[in-house]
């Protein structure tokens, strides 16, 4: 039985982000009936709100993020006579899915101006969410303004001075959403990704007689002999993709922390074993460990090829590519897709990506939303 749910999907977004002001202190005398002395008894403002990320389980794209761009938190209240305290503005806790990244926004490189008037730019990672619960304080509110009562001193006896609040902090910050799914489906184009998912979850994927089709990461979630795991349908990578050509270099990041890949290979394609080793040197030169992944090669589209001619292109991708294993799978009929996520199973048990290790590695550090 196979099963799953279809999620709407965005994995960058730009938003602006502002810790609160602290409130002033306020300027007040003690002038009690019957009372014999007086003097000053401003209190201090409170603390601005602070601008606090968490991680949360259930999300698995930023789209909420595509309507509401700016985030405020609350104002320190003020300070108020007979010493009171004013109370702190309430903490912003923006919640997004685990494994965003939180990065600065791009600033020029001096000295990399090319003739033609373009610079590099560069990007600061400022958190990176990797596990559900996780909390990083980005923005620390203001502190209040001072009351008139902490200004006494023995020579200002009645001081009427007071602190208005320290300004909050903003800035505009991009957050990218590197998918943690379990499984990543890669290749190229019309390699039939969308059909295989489609075929093995609920997700409802583009599918069409041309390359492209998908154009954004497909998430869907398979149950297969009891286990559940989440499938990503990457857009297919064609020669060139690490250095930006096509669409496939905005979504390597993903693959970075899927802990399985299944490389799908079209078998009606004019050289299978070509698509594989234009697959695997993209993954190579993007970096960050993305061949080294465990991988299970599918030739596919069985229903469109015989028996015959699938095992002989299989063989080739044996001898001429050095792939040990190839599974012989049809995404349209389902045929063979079984054996293939059994073979999945046991790989998924293995540390998915290593990603929790110190110093994870960023591929080749020049991600830019530009």
Request: net charge negative; hydrophobic share 40%.
């Amino acid at each position: 039985m196979l099963y799953g749910r279809a999620m709407h999907f965005l994995d960058q977004a730009k938003i602006f982000i502002k810790s609160g002001w602290g409130g002033p202190g306020a300027v007040s005398f003690r002038r009690e009936k019957y009372v014999e002395y007086g003097g000053p008894d401003g209190g201090n403002g409170g603390k601005g709100g602070d601008i606090i990320f968490e991680a949360v389980a259930g999300l698995n794209t930023l789209i909420d993020f595509r309507y509401t761009q700016h985030f405020k938190a609350q104002r320190g209240m003020p300070g108020m006579g007979k010493n009171r305290y004013g109370a702190g503005g309430e903490d912003l806790v923006i919640k997004v899915p685990v494994g965003t990244q939180i990065l600065s926004d791009p600033t020029p490189v001096e000295g990399t101006e090319d003739e033609d008037g373009s610079m590099e730019y560069e990007q600061e990672v400022l958190a990176d969410f990797t596990q559900v619960g996780q909390r990083i304080v980005l923005l620390r509110g203001g502190d209040g303004g001072r009351g008139n009562l902490s200004y006494k001193t023995s020579t200002n006896r009645a001081p009427r001075q007071h602190g208005t609040g320290w300004p909050g902090q903003e800035m505009w910050v991009w957050l990218r959403l590197k998918l943690l799914a379990d499984v990543g489906l890669v290749g190229m184009p019309n390699a039939g990704k969308s059909t295989f998912i489609n075929q093995v979850t609920n997700t409802k994927a583009k599918v069409g007689a041309y390359a492209f089709t998908t154009t954004k990461p497909q998430l869907g979630v398979v149950l297969h002999r009891d286990r559940e795991f989440v499938l990503a349908d990457i857009p297919g990578l064609i020669e060139g993709a690490a250095e930006g050509a096509g669409i496939g270099d905005r979504f390597l990041g993903h693959v970075e922390r899927c802990g399985v890949l299944i490389h799908l290979i079209d078998a009606t394609g004019d050289d299978p074993v070509e698509q594989f080793r234009i697959v695997q040197d993209e993954l190579a030169a993007y970096g960050a460990g993305l061949d080294e992944k465990p991988q299970l090669v599918a030739l596919n589209k069985g229903d469109l090829l015989g028996q015959e001619l699938m095992e002989d292109i299989a063989a080739q991708l044996r001898d001429e590519a050095g792939v040990e294993d190839v599974f012989l799978i049809s995404g349209a009929t389902g045929e063979g897709v079984g054996a293939l996520l059994d073979a999945v199973l046991p790989l998924l048990d293995q540390p998915a990506a290593d990603e929790a290790e110190a110093g994870e590695a960023e591929g080749d550090g020049t991600w830019s939303p530009l």
